[in-house]
């Protein structure tokens, strides 16, 4: 008896002792009874199945029913397995396979639970299954809540996998400004292994090679007030290359709110600061280009517009029209856009009908053009446009509006009548002329002809436009022809020239013509001309010619005869020593020395007019012909004669004439040198001729003169007076020289007298 009492108060102890362990175990203690025992030899499936249906939780303590968000465990006691381990997670039919696998045993078996308010709850747990007779009875099992840990863990993972993922460089340095770390991203960012920088001073790494949003300053004050920095640097990556980072700087601490770090959060923002920048010149441009269109609309000399609607409806609406209607009418831009129909409503009253009809034409036909009216500005005054414009269409090619350009041509318009009105009067001017304006193609062809061609040569000017002039020319004069219209297409030819020109008569007519080039819009179209009938001219000149010819003929003989007469009388009065009668004479040999002289000159004009100059060449000394000439002439006059020939120099030429072309220069020279200036006589040998020079420094020739002078009869007037002569010694000259093979120019100015020049042939 008292040892069963011993025995049973041991029982009671370790009851007891085991209750008070399971009360105050921090761990959660269950036992699982079964409704039924399961057979082991079953299937892991049915087994499982068996195990939903008859476990439940027969025995707990209070720290399991906290773990499931209960007060004690007597709460908990009878809740079905079903509930507490739920069939629908895959983890917990895993967790109960692999107690069935390993004996019905298992050690720190995780299973997926939940409370009682539908929270998470992992657990890890050790059970063993009790199995007699080939049946399992019930388990005994403690479970260790590792939720915390497992959502630590589970975040830990997620973060760590973000870090890696996130192509944001990740850095961070302690307080001595060391890196601590250093993620995938920053190796991809900046180039540098994590290997290679952790411990190492970060601005040894990637240092800031310029702040810019902000300044360093701004950092360690943002950083030291809110424990945060935001903004943009400028970095280097491992290959220098820049990077425009965008950073988010955190200061970190530790659970006792003592600073340890910082940590970084850097991007590459290179990319899009390069788009952005990109982005900002474009816009930077497209507003460029939209002032400048702007700019360039205003200062159009024109209004530019664009209306919608039919021109000339009430329903017309006008969306745009540049800033010059201001300028050009007196009326704002807004008066424009608030009234329908502005334009037409200020057409002058007399052109508004037709200026709506053409306008509305145009946007009917879908035509663009020009539009002419009279617009009245604000002022009131009338002034002439010109609205330029096409039609709008829509997608379906319907007209919908016209847009244009309007200008002011009132000056223009004003100076086109006025060419109008000039055109006309020129236009009367050569049909009234008496002499015949012509044009001529770039062929040869006859463009116009004014109507005198017909009184002039008999033809019909429709007979000859279209033909090519040549066919009027005299054939002799073909290739003169030809050779002055290829000249006239490139200059003016303001000399005259003549051409005979054949009539329908079949008469010859000389013309003398004078021609210009003609030009259209800039391009060589031909040439115009001028001609006139100078036959009678030509004729009256002959026949005044043949009178000098025969004048001075009949002249000579009672002259020479007059000469000899007075050379006898002389020769008698000088026995008588007569004084008065002497001088009279000498002043009649002088007068009739004059007159022969006049007459010779006559006959050589006429001999070179005939052509019949005759010249017997010689080879003489030229340097004493010229000796004498001077030396006859010096006891004439008192302007010194200066001519020193160091060396004899010999031609081959007429001397007399050579003779009287020296004896023409020099008095030339002492009648145009009125003031007694020396006159210079020069020689000098080139190649095979010598060149003669008569040097004075008298009035000289003006430039408008020069070329005429050799022509025959040409004198210089001076107060519509000529010094006395025929003025045809230098062209008699000039005949003498070329007939002689040399040739005579002149050189001069006016006011410091001339030289005169001529060539003559040196001897073989
Ligand atoms: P003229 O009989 O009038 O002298 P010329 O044929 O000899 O005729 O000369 C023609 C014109 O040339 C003269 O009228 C004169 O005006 C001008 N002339 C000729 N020689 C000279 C000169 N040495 N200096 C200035 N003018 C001259």
Same mark, same amino acid.
Request: charged share 30%.
């Given at each position: 008896m008292k040892k069963k009492k011993k025995v049973a108060s041991e029982t009671d102890i370790a009851i007891e002792r085991y209750k008070a362990f399971l009360a105050t175990s921090s761990e959660a203690i269950w036992r699982f009874e079964l409704d039924e025992p399961i057979l082991i030899s079953l299937s892991i499936r049915k087994q499982i199945n068996l195990i939903y249906k008859h476990a439940y939780l027969a025995e707990c303590n209070d720290a399991l029913a906290h773990m499931y968000g209960m007060k004690s465990g007597e709460e908990m006691v009878g809740t079905r397995l079903?509930?507490?381990?739920?069939?629908?997670?895959?983890?917990?039919?895993?967790?109960?396979?692999?107690?069935?696998?390993?004996?019905?045993?298992?050690?720190?078996?995780?299973?997926?639970?939940?409370d009682r308010n539908g929270e998470v709850h992992y657990f890890v747990n050790n059970l063993v299954g009790i199995v007699e007779n080939g049946k399992v009875l019930r388990a005994w099992g403690t479970q260790r809540d590792i939720t915390k840990q497992r959502t630590l863990e589970e975040q830990l993972f997620h973060h760590s996998r973000l870090l890696e993922n996130i192509s944001d460089a990740v850095i961070s340095i302690d307080l001595d400004k060391k890196i601590t770390s250093w993620n995938a991203g920053a190796e991809m960012l900046y180039g540098w292994k994590q290997d290679d920088v952790i411990g190492k001073y970060i601005s040894d790494i990637i240092p800031v090679k310029e702040f810019v949003t902000s300044s360093l300053k701004d950092y360690r004050e943002s950083l030291k007030k809110i424990g945060k920095w935001m903004g943009e640097v400028i970095q280097n990556n491992k290959d220098g290359a820049s990077l425009h980072i965008l950073g988010t700087v955190s200061v970190v601490t530790d659970d006792k709110g /003592?600073? !340890? @770090?910082?940590?970084?959060?850097?991007?590459? &923002? $290179?990319?899009? =600061?390069?788009?952005? *920048?990109?982005?900002?010149?474009?816009?930077?441009?497209?507003?460029?280009?939209r002032k400048r269109l702007n700019d360039i609309m205003n200062d159009v000399p024109g209004i530019i517009w664009e209306a919608y609607g039919k021109p000339d409806q009430q329903s017309q609406r006008i969306n745009f029209v540049s800033g010059y209607v201001k300028k050009m009418l007196g009326y704002s831009v807004s008066d424009w856009l608030n009234t329908p129909n502005f334009w037409l409503k200020i057409v002058h009253p007399e052109d508004r009908e037709k200026a709506a009809a053409v306008a509305n034409e145009k946007f009917e036909k879908k035509q663009s053009g020009v539009n002419r009216f009279r617009w009245i500005t604000k002022k009131g005054k009338v002034i002439w446009v010109d609205a330029h414009s096409s039609v709008i269409v829509d997608?379906?090619? /319907?007209? !919908? @509006?016209?847009?244009?350009?309007?200008?002011? &041509? $009132?000056?223009? =318009?004003?100076?086109? *009548?006025?060419?109008?009105?000039?055109?006309?009067?020129?236009?009367?001017?050569?049909?009234?002329?008496?002499?015949?304006?012509?044009?001529?193609?770039?062929?040869?062809?006859?463009?116009?002809?004014?109507?005198?061609?017909?009184?002039?040569?008999?033809?019909?000017?429709?007979?000859?436009?279209?033909?090519?002039?040549?066919?009027?020319?005299?054939?002799?004069?073909?290739?003169?022809?030809?050779?002055?219209?290829?000249?006239?297409?490139?200059?003016p030819l303001k000399e005259p020239y003549h051409i005979r020109i054949m009539t329908q008569k079949g008469r010859v007519i000389v013309g003398e013509f004078r021609s210009t080039p003609y030009f259209e819009n800039g391009k060589l179209i031909g040439l115009i001309g001028i001609g006139r009938n100078i036959t009678e001219r030509i004729e009256l000149e002959k026949r005044k010619d043949d009178f000098i010819s025969m004048a001075s003929h009949e002249l000579k003989t009672p002259v020479t005869s007059l000469k000899l007469y007075t050379q006898v009388l002389e020769k008698q009065f000088s026995k008588t020593n007569e004084k008065g009668t002497g001088h009279a004479l000498e002043k009649m040999n002088n007068q009739i020395e004059r007159l022969t002289n006049l007459i010779g000159d006559l006959l050589d004009l006429s001999r070179i007019q005939a052509g019949k100059l005759h010249i017997r060449p010689a080879v003489f000394s030229l340097t004493e012909v010229t000796q004498e000439v001077v030396e006859s002439i010096q006891a004439t006059t008192t302007h010194p004669l200066i001519f020193r020939s160091t060396e004899n120099i010999s031609v081959y030429a007429d001397k007399e004439r050579v003779a009287q072309v020296l004896i023409n220069l020099l008095t030339n020279a002492v009648k145009y040198s009125p003031d007694q200036e020396k006159i210079v006589i020069i020689f000098k040998v080139q190649e095979s001729s010598v060149i003669v020079s008569v040097r004075d420094y008298g009035q000289g020739i003006s430039k408008e003169h020069i070329s005429k002078i050799f022509d025959r009869f040409y004198q210089i007037q001076e107060n519509g007076k000529s010094a006395g002569g025929l003025g045809i010694g230098l062209h008699i000259s000039n005949e003498i020289i070329k007939r002689n093979g040399g040739e005579m120019w002149v050189q001069s100015k006016e006011g410091y007298g001339s030289t005169f020049f001529f060539s003559l042939p040196l001897p073989k």
């Open positions: 079903g509930d507490l381990l739920p069939r629908s997670e895959k983890a917990n039919i895993e967790y109960l396979t692999n107690f069935i696998k390993s004996d019905y045993r298992l050690v720190d078996a995780e299973s997926k639970e939940y /003592k600073t !340890i @770090g910082v940590v970084a959060l850097n991007r590459n &923002i $290179t990319e899009k =600061k390069k788009s952005e *920048d990109e982005r900002n010149w474009l816009l930077a441009e497209v507003q460029y280009q997608g379906s090619g /319907k007209a !919908i @509006g016209m847009r244009g350009v309007t200008m002011d &041509i $009132t000056q223009s =318009k004003m100076a086109d *009548d006025a060419l109008q009105i000039s055109e006309a009067k020129y236009r009367n001017l050569v049909q009234l002329a008496p002499d015949v304006i012509y044009s001529i193609d770039l062929e040869g062809k006859l463009i116009s002809l004014s109507p005198s061609f017909e009184v002039l040569t008999g033809w019909k000017v429709k007979d000859w436009v279209g033909k090519h002039f040549l066919g009027l020319v005299h054939p002799e004069d073909t290739e003169y022809a030809k050779e002055r219209f290829i000249s006239g297409l490139k200059v």
